[in-house]
């Protein structure tokens, strides 16, 4: 954690000047739901040194603070970019940037009228178990699961399983695009137990606007963008970003898997 928190040569001294990568977290740098290991830390800084870095997650920053960060090293220290909540919240070298409200945009009648239906569409399935927070307000979106988000790790772990098999969230997103299609609104299944909802075009390639500006602030011009994820078949929280004509995808199994293509990529 010593090295991850070093200092770094500024973006436009960077050897690798025009070329940053941005990773999913979940199931990309770290286990769903669980720390990113020592290991990946110190790749992802020893990468930090080549070129940028930075993260591009569906969930708030307070839960990215925990699998990434410590609690006495702000994750937003980690990375040159941070985008949290698809980058409708983001943070360029631990500082702020404009962010985006999901609530202003769809207004509050419709938002009720969202959720309304989801609580009765939850309250008739019958999944193994459920437990609190089955919807989870976001500044830039809401995060459904069905299962709700206070679930254990060892539920969340029968729950993906039974979802594998039984495809609630993929019916769940079905009907809420038939009953909502006048909302103008896209539904990403992510993690193991829960899908996201906010407006089109506010997927994860929303950062990329923060990314591409960086030419107008410190003069670098990212020509090469490299994105990993493992989620990236469509209908999965990666697929925008990763088949984006702007950036190179990589689609990795697990965050092994990260650290072995980004090795190879780079000759580390």
Known sequence: ????????????????????????????L????????????????????????GFVGGSNLVKQQTHL???????????????SENGLVAYRMGQPLASSSFIQW?????YKELVNFCLKYIAELDVPVKRGTFVEFRNGMINISPVGRNATQPERDQYEAYDKQHRIRETFVAALRDK??????TYSIGGQISFDVFPTGWDKTYCLQHVLNEKNISGVDYTTIHFFGDKTYQGGNDY??????????HSVAD?????????ELFDM
């Open 240 to 249: 925008e970003i990763f088949q984006d004509s702007r950036t190179i995808g």
């Open 30 to 53: 770290a286990p769903a739901m669980r720390d990113a290991s020592p290991a990946m830390l110190q790749l992802l800084s020893a990468l930090r040194h080549k070129c940028a870095i």
């Open 255 to 263: 965050p092994d898997d990260t650290m072995r293509q980004l090795k």
């Open 180 to 185: 909502f299609a006048r909302f103008g609104l």
């Open 69 to 83: 960060g410590t609690p006495s090293i702000p994750v937003t220290t980690l990375f040159d970019f941070c985008f």
């Open 106 to 110: 769809l207004g509050d009648d419709k």
């Open 1 to 28: 954690m010593a090295e991850a928190a070093s200092i770094y040569p500024p973006l436009e001294d960077r050897p690798v000047k025009n070329t940053i990568c941005l990773f999913d977290v979940d199931g990309t």
